[in-house]
């Protein structure tokens, strides 16, 4: 799983969100990320990659365009965390006519009726939150961690 940096990552705790922004303070872009998968690809074709983000650089970029060039870096799955499967046939399509897999989140709450609409379009796996509220916004007792190792 690589991640794409977005401005506003409102499904992320705050160690993603401090993440995404050091990239964008970087200047580092959706093709950046496309260009890492394609330098990747010159050593490593076999470890799938898979793009982790938000619609809107993808969508900036055109899915066309956007699908065409992942499946050039060598993508071979993508997961918009923002974009519901009900309105996500435009992205879906271009994806799955370049050969990529559309992955889509499911969880604890969400109705066995959308887990067999999203069953029937997923492409690759469907990605299972198993925690509710923002990622990484729970914190370990490196203390309690250790105690409980032993």
């Known amino acids: 799983e690589l991640g794409v940096?977005?401005?506003d990552p409102m499904a992320d705790g705050p160690t993603i969100q401090r993440a995404a922004e050091r990239a964008l303070a970087?200047?580092?872009s959706l093709r950046d990320v496309l260009e890492t998968v394609r330098l990747f690809r010159q050593t490593n074709d076999?470890?799938?990659?898979v793009l982790m983000g938000y619609l809107n650089p993808v969508h900036k970029m055109g899915y066309q365009a956007f699908a065409q060039a992942a499946a050039e870096a060598g993508v071979d799955g993508v997961l918009t965390?923002?974009?519901?499967?009900?309105?996500i046939a435009p992205l879906h399509d271009s994806l799955k006519a370049q050969g990529i897999d559309c992955i889509f989140l499911i969880a604890p709450a969400t109705t066995e009726e959308r887990i067999q609409t999203?069953?029937?379009?997923?492409?690759?796996f469907?990605?299972?939150v198993s925690l509710k509220g923002v990622t990484g916004a729970a914190s370990l007792d490196t203390e309690e961690?250790?105690?409980?190792?032993?």
């Open 118 to 124: 999203i069953a029937k379009v997923a492409g690759g």
């Open 126 to 128: 469907v990605y299972y």
């Open 26 to 28: 970087n200047h580092v």
């Open 81 to 87: 965390v923002d974009s519901p499967v009900e309105t």
């Open 145 to 150: 961690v250790s105690r409980k190792i032993e």
């Open 5 to 7: 940096p977005f401005s």
């Open 46 to 49: 076999k470890t799938p990659v």
